[in-house]
């Protein structure tokens, strides 16, 4: 009984320590999730690129205490928020609630405190912190609305107080929360509420104006306003203003990078010496986290340019490549309070050390995590830096590493692409474009097969179309021309097939074939059906033959459920919402002839999408706009035909058509919210139902 009761105790310890993450961890057991996300925005498990080595907590740090026994006093941190690595990779943290700068060594060892004596150089709730290249460091004092500038020893040196510009307005707050400098001395610094964007200052305290201010997203609620409103209400009310920048960073080159808060789109940017930003205009983070916006309250920039963020809200680290591609995703928040190794409960902080180190700080936690580079990501980051640097063949290696040990990783397969393209094996770069969804990628290597093709079979393809054109003219004039000239009248060999073939004189000279629908019996309900399926199955077929190039959707993730759904229900609402309207506007078409002629008019879809998704697949990017030519005019000959419909079938003029297809519209939107809400009150009650039954049957027996 002892020695169980000892081996239990034994286990217990064991799953303690795990638990709280104590010592350090081995790569399999990470407490949170890795991840990146393939071309089309989905998730794709990854190995974890980064593993925690270590807490920083401040427990180190001794201050004199006249009121202690000892003299002195432990100080922890307390909502620790920016961070800072110098040259020596000593970092420097923001101890916002202790009103101080924590310094420690390249080893994690204390060194120091900055401004927490007394005197100019005190500080008041700082959140930012920089050091130059000459040992200065910057400290973004919130609370005291400057920036505080301290010698490499620590001792104060200056401030630059509210910029005293009338640019800079009166009413616009100063209170920095970020701070970066360049080396020329400028000081770019994020504010906190900050819309315009960062305010630059000259190394003499001059105001130079604004950088990187965001966009207003679009606000319906905002112009309705504009339009109702008058001044004076207008006055009164609340404008969304942009997402401002909360973290500010500089890379070795000089160039700016900024981290924005609230918002998901372009939270990251970095700025080029003529402010222009370089990066792509694009969403940034996670796109599956739904409850709220982006909280990117960090950035930082390694030596190779690999830009690393922190999102407070879902405490999630993502890295991005120099061109803003996702390398991984990796972190999160904790489930409970508890301090544990490398669980982020809220983000605030980041910097990467020189070494390839990586620190977070933890407001909530107040401590930092240390995170080193597992052998995953120290591939990654070798493959990208030859890849970046334009040396494909040699970054093939290292892709093939990681490939083996991630098959789904697609910037691996996108970089072994761009190596055999590099090398002129245009057949193994396409294929290996095709495995990462790289359109760009494959329409390149794409157009160098076609044209060897071209160039090996120019002359046999000039020869049978020649012999064909001959053919052609052979037949019209030496045979069809001899005889009798008829027009053949499919109905006499079948209803249905002369049914389906009216179709073709509907496309052609829509009046008169809408015409014969609604007064001369053409048509038919089952041809309907028929062409509507076709259509449908032209659907499937774009989606799953459309070349990569011009494909919109992953085929591998097709349902075809839901792609009937999207695609034969709107057109069933159509006709009904459309009958109801003409009803009430006195129209003449008979729901018959609506559903006959609807379906119809979906024809020149079918006829055009079918042999252009075939054509697809022997373009290239280049013609792109041939691809989308046809595209559109399918497009507009489908709404032509409907437009036409509605005023031939139910004899109206076409200024009475109009409104008629407008009205209709909005018909479909009322059924569609209508059949939304019916579909969610059933679910809600068969749920009850559910319940109620299986309570009774645990009551009753």
């Known amino acids: 009984m002892g020695r169980q009761l000892r081996r239990l105790i034994i286990v217990a310890i064991i799953g303690l320590v795990w638990y709280l993450g104590i010592g350090v961890p081995s790569l399999a057991s990470v407490p949170y999730p890795s991840f990146s996300f393939d071309a089309w925005g989905q998730r794709v498990v990854a190995p974890a690129p980064y593993e925690p080595i270590r807490l920083i907590d401040g427990y180190d740090i001794m201050q004199e205490d006249p009121w202690s026994l000892t003299g002195f006093s432990i100080v922890p941190l307390s909502q620790p928020q920016g961070l800072a690595v110098d040259s020596q990779d000593h970092l420097y943290i923001a101890d916002t609630g202790n009103n101080r700068i924590v310094q420690y060594d390249q080893d994690f060892n204390f060194v120091r405190t900055i401004g927490d004596s007394s005197g100019k150089g005190r500080l008041s709730r700082p959140r930012g912190v920089f050091v130059d290249q000459d040992g200065l460091i910057y400290v973004a004092d919130t609370g005291n609305s400057r920036v505080a500038v301290f010698s490499e020893d620590g001792e104060f040196v200056k401030d630059y107080g509210r910029p005293g510009s009338q640019v800079f307005g009166s009413q616009y707050r100063f209170a920095p929360i970020s701070v970066a400098v360049d080396r020329r001395g400028t000081l770019y610094v994020a504010t906190e509420g900050g819309y315009r964007g960062l305010v630059q200052i000259s190394p003499l305290g001059q105001f130079m104006g604004f950088l990187g201010g965001n966009k207003a997203g679009f606000d319906l609620l905002w112009l309705l306003k504009q339009w109702f409103f008058t001044e004076e209400q207008l006055s009164r009310e609340a404008r969304r203003l942009p997402g401002s ?175 055999a393209y590099q090398n002129e094996d245009y057949h193994e770069a396409i294929k290996y474009f095709e495995l990462a969804q790289d359109a760009a990628g494959y329409s390149d290597a794409f157009w160098w097969v076609r044209r060897a093709w071209l160039l090996e079979n120019l002359s046999n393809v000039i020869i049978v179309v020649v012999i064909i054109w001959v053919l052609h003219f052979l037949v019209q004039r030496l045979w069809l021309g001899k005889r009798p000239k008829y027009k053949r009248d499919w109905y006499q060999v079948n209803r249905l097939l002369g049914d389906l073939m009216y179709s073709f004189k509907v496309i052609t000279k829509p009046v008169d074939g809408f015409y014969d629908i609604r007064w001369g019996k053409k048509g038919s309900i089952l041809a309907a059906w028929i062409i509507i399926f076709l259509a449908f199955a032209t659907k499937i077929f774009t989606l799953y033959y459309t070349s990569l190039i011009f494909m919109s959707v992953d085929r591998n993730r097709i349902n075809l459920v839901e792609q009937a759904l999207t695609f034969v229900l709107p057109w069933l609402i159509w006709v009904v919402a459309h009958y109801l309207i003409s009803s009430l506007k006195a129209g003449e078409g008979r729901f018959r002839d609506v559903f006959i002629g609807s379906a119809y008019a979906m024809v020149p879809y079918i006829i055009i999408m079918i042999p252009l998704t075939i054509i697809s697949n022997l373009l290239t990017g280049y013609e792109a706009t041939v691809y989308t030519f046809f595209q559109n005019v399918s497009i507009l000959w489908c709404g032509l035909l409907f437009f036409i419909m509605v005023f031939t079938i139910h004899n109206y003029e076409i200024w009475e058509a109009i409104p008629t297809c407008i009205l209709s519209v909005l018909m479909m939107v009322v059924i569609s919210a209508l059949g939304g809400l019916v579909i969610g009150l059933t679910f809600n009650v068969t749920e009850f139902a559910t319940a109620l039954y299986k309570e009774v049957i645990y009551r009753v027996f």
């Open 245 to 419: 920048p909360g973290s500010v960073v500089i890379d070795d080159k000089g160039l700016v990078y900024t981290a924005t808060i609230s918002t998901n789109h372009a939270q990251i940017k970095r700025f080029n010496l003529g402010g222009i930003n370089t990066l792509p205009e694009k969403d940034y983070g996670d796109p599956f986290f739904r409850a709220g916006t982006s909280m990117f309250t960090g950035i930082a920039v390694d030596s190779q340019g690999l830009i690393t963020t922190v999102d407070a809200n879902t405490g999630q680290i993502f890295q991005y490549t120099p061109n803003g591609d996702l390398l991984f995703v990796f972190g999160g928040r904790g489930l409970t309070q508890i301090e544990r190794l490398g669980v982020i409960n809220q983000a605030a902080g980041i910097a990467i050390r020189y070494d390839g180190l990586l620190l977070v700080s933890d407001l909530r936690s107040n401590n930092v995590h240390v995170f080193q580079p597992t052998e995953f990501a120290t591939l990654v980051h070798q493959a990208v830096h030859l890849f970046e640097d334009g040396r494909y063949s040699e970054s093939a290696v290292y892709w093939s590493e990681v490939l083996r040990r991630n098959a789904n990783y697609d910037l691996a397969q996108r970089g072994l692409g761009m190596a």
